[in-house]
């Protein structure tokens, strides 16, 4: 990140604005993958589900888009869904407009569908492919986003492999290395990342890992991480995701990071994953990276977290005042005895 960025950055969080911003442009996916968080019956607090939303396309969606962007001047935004790339039209048109803005993008998508070449000219843009695993138990998991589909649909692109770690995978010996070994050695494949599978508070899923699984996970991606510089996990992160935070209050991603469900309208608390997740399992590698930095030392005993945590708390108080001062004017008018004409 760029000092202006920084800076960026921290003028959006002094001002009661977050500087990252997701959004779940549709609510529609092919895939329909056990474990996946949007579809979650949380994911959206309870009262109501993704599938319930009305989700928009076409000119109303790229302008509805483009205002919340506009409105919240992040400095990144993640197109997410269910799969973004069911909006591929939109995209298409959504990310010359997003990078014009010199706001940087993520789209996350199962690659269903083709990646286009040309996107590789956007400075600002990042492919996420998410894939669970070796082809087995991802075909398994993903289909009709196969391997075979996949190989077709990133061919002359340049995207970031992302897959989340589950018991399944943790507990089978050189399954990582496998993997690694598979994407590193391909031209379309930038960067590799991994998360671990972040469940609810009290949930029971299979592909929860297990205290023993976690550490020996995070012990072989210490390994992993000098064999294929493609993995692109530094120290620091890792060391987080063995001790992560304990609730969302303690998370600055959660802070950080305004995210908008399909409609819109709704946001997802109190982070992405919706629901109330269990922040002391998290393995989520956006949080991870920020917590990192909110560790490094900037003075002294001083940290950035600590200096993040403060200005947080001063833009949240700035903003409630902006707020109730914006809609004094109004009982202003109410009071006064005098009318203008
Ligand atoms: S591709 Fe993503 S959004 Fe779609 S079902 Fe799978 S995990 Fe969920
Ligand atoms: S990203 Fe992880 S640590 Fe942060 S609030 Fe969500 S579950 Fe908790």
Redesign the pocket.
């Known amino acids: 990140m760029k000092k202006s960025e920084v800076l960026h950055a921290w003028a959006a969080i002094l001002d009661g604005r977050a500087p990252s911003l997701s959004i779940e442009i549709t609510k529609e996916c092919p895939l329909r993958c056990p474990g996946c968080y949007a579809f979650d019956a949380a994911h959206l607090g309870g009262e109501t589900q993704l599938r319930e939303l009305s989700d928009f396309k076409g000119d109303e969606l790229v302008r509805r888009v483009l205002e919340v962007i506009d409105r919240e001047r992040p400095l990144h935004v993640s197109l997410v869904g269910g799969d973004p790339m069911v909006r591929y039209r939109e995209l298409e048109r959504l990310l010359p407009e997003i990078e014009r803005r010199g706001v940087h993008t993520q789209v996350v998508t199962s690659a269903f569908r083709v990646i286009p070449s040309a996107w590789k000219e956007f400075k600002k843009l990042n492919v996420v492919v998410s894939i669970d695993g070796l082809q087995p138990e991802h075909d398994e998991r993903r289909k009709p986003a196969t391997y075979e589909r996949i190989l077709k649909s990133i061919a002359g692109s340049k995207v970031t492999v992302h897959c989340t770690i589950t018991s399944q995978i943790a507990q089978r010996a050189g399954y990582l290395d496998e993997f690694l070994a598979f994407w590193s050695g391909r031209a379309e494949v930038a960067k590799v990342w991994f998360s671990l599978f ?1 469940p609810q508070v009290g949930a029971v899923d299979a592909e929860i890992l297990t205290a023993n699984q976690r550490a020996a996970v995070i012990a072989e991606l210490r390994v992993l991480r000098l064999k294929y510089p493609v993995l692109d996990m530094p120290e620091q992160v890792l060391d987080e995701m063995a001790t ?2 304990k609730s ?1 209050e303690e ?1 600055i ?2 802070r950080t990071t305004k995210t908008i469900s399909a409609d819109l309208t709704t946001q997802i608390t ?2 992405q ?1 919706g629901g109330e ?1 269990d ?1 002391e399992q ?1 393995g ?1 590698l956006a ?1 991870m990276g920020l917590a990192a930095v909110g560790h490094h030392k900037v003075v002294g005993g001083i940290t950035a977290g600590g200096i993040f945590m403060a200005s947080d708390r001063f833009g949240r108080g700035w903003r409630g005042i902006k707020e109730a001062f914006s809609r004094k004017p109004i009982l202003a008018v109410e009071a006064t005895p005098f009318k203008i004409l």
């Open positions: 972040t992560p935070p969302p998370c991603f959660a109190p982070c994953f997740p922040c998290c989520c949080s």
